[in-house]
């Protein structure tokens, strides 16, 4: 019995825990300048040169790899009628609560001479980064990962051609947050007592 509560709490220890942003409980259209979906906020949204600086959710039944129906983020627009539809695109920042170890954005785009890159930072430096070639994306869609320790995230698109700007939708944001400090201090300290009272119940019993 005492091994397997110490097994599960160190199993607690190092569980960590995934946030995703999938979109699909929020209402196709307009949602702001920033919002969170699954513990994962976006904001600071730039479309280099675009009318708008707001996210929007668009609606579409169409099977696209890596993304998920019915609904993933575009940029400055949306069609009222559900279809897949991709916007200009310059850079966005995400944020979450705690440190993350990896962390995934799922895009859809069109080939253009520009190219997109998933930036994880800590304390304010670049720490990790994977780079997306547009032209060379498969049928337009590709994932970036990042891997590491880091704090938040920035995806940007950069390139001679138009400003830099990319046509862009993404979907299933994933990050994985490693556990607060103080929360394994806690585990350590309730698996030091549950030792302690292994030990002395030992003690107590007939030998």
Do not use: C
């Not at 607690?12 to 513990?39: R, Y």
């Not at 891997?147 to 939708?169: C, H, M, P, Q, T």
């Amino acid at each position: 019995m005492f091994l397997a509560l110490l097994i599960w709490g160190l199993s607690l220890q190092i569980h960590a825990q995934v946030l995703l942003a999938g979109f699909d409980d929020l209402t196709m259209g307009f949602v702001g300048k920033s919002f969170t979906d699954g513990g994962i906020t976006f904001s600071n949204l730039d479309m280099r040169g675009g009318p708008s600086r707001t996210f929007a959710i668009q609606t579409s039944l169409k099977d696209t790899p890596g993304f998920s129906p019915p609904n993933y983020l575009i940029f400055g627009a949306y069609s009222p009628q559900p279809g897949f539809l991709l916007t200009r695109f310059g850079s966005l920042d995400i944020t979450f609560s705690g440190e993350a170890t990896a962390a995934t954005v799922y895009a859809h785009t069109v080939s253009s001479a520009n190219i997109l890159t998933l930036q994880a930072f800590q304390n304010g430096n670049v720490v990790a980064a994977e780079t997306l070639f547009a032209s060379e994306a498969s049928s337009g869609f590709a994932p970036l990962t990042v891997l590491g320790e880091f704090d938040r995230l920035r995806l940007v698109a950069s390139g001679a051609y138009d400003n830099g700007a990319i046509l862009l939708g993404i979907d299933n944001v994933s990050v994985t947050i490693i556990p607060e400090p103080h929360i394994n201090g806690l585990v350590a300290a309730g698996l030091t007592l549950l030792t302690l009272a292994y030990i002395a119940r030992r003690s107590r019993s007939p030998s």
